[in-house]
């Protein structure tokens, strides 16, 4: 079964720093990848997505992420956070057959952002 | 457009009294359902899959029970809740063989005395 990892599950950093979320999956077929973000009483809502083409993905809200296939990697960054980046980001990986596209869900990273 | 409805947004149980948690969707048809359960540091927990009409699977062995009455109904049961049970309940849908995302509800707190 496919495995997600995040870690350092808290991050506390200063508005205009930098972010990278790290995102290691287990299985090396071929995968669909996803972040999600979670603001403070909100729901869950897709940040970005790669299913295949340019490894390296942007989302919205100036978000990226890229595509290592020989690292089994799927890294979010942003180059300059803010206050209102202060959310919940899982990774998650398809790990099931075409047709239920069950996801695998890191078990995600905390961040603060302080202004 | 699809929407996803979840409920209620809280609910708090006594040990050993029965749950049912629904989930409805709108605008779509045949979706593939999913229950979550999200506790803290510990991600998204698969509980339930459906891809279709009283298709059930479950992923992880529990005192819960899922069961899909209709295309767009998705509901969480129990018959006799434990303390562990407490925990924060998300359903999401996605269209059957496409590499389209997830979509989540609300979620449901669900506490447990």
């Known amino acids: 079964a496919q495995s997600v990892s995040q870690h350092n599950h808290h991050v506390i950093l200063s508005e205009a720093a930098s972010l990278e979320l790290g995102c290691n999956y287990s299985y090396g077929g071929t995968v669909n990848l996803f972040w999600y973000v979670q603001y403070p009483g909100q729901h869950l809502q897709l940040l970005l997505k790669y299913f295949s083409g340019d490894p390296l993905v942007k989302g919205i809200k100036g978000f990226e992420a890229e595509f290592i296939k020989s690292k089994f990697s799927f890294n979010l960054r942003k180059p300059s956070v803010q206050w209102s980046d202060t959310a919940e980001y899982f990774c998650a990986v398809t790990s099931g057959d075409y047709g239920n596209n069950r996801l695998a869900f890191g078990k995600g990273n905390q961040v603060v952002v302080i202004p | 457009s699809q929407t996803i409805h979840q409920w209620p947004a809280t609910l708090v149980q006594p040990v050993g009294s029965p749950l049912s948690l629904e989930c409805t969707v709108e605008?779509?048809?045949?979706?593939?359902l999913y229950w979550y359960r999200q506790a803290a540091g510990r991600g998204l927990q698969l509980l339930f899959y459906s891809v279709g009409i009283g298709q059930i699977s479950s992923e992880v062995p529990q005192n819960l029970s899922a069961s899909r009455p209709q295309d767009r109904q998705f509901i969480l049961s129990s018959k006799k809740l434990l303390l562990s049970d407490s925990g924060f309940y998300l359903c999401?849908?996605?269209?059957?063989?496409?590499?389209?995302?997830?979509?989540f509800g609300d979620g449901t707190r669900l506490s447990i005395l």
């Open positions: 999401a849908w996605s269209v059957p063989y496409s590499n389209q995302p997830q979509h």
């Open positions: 605008g779509t048809s045949n979706p593939n």
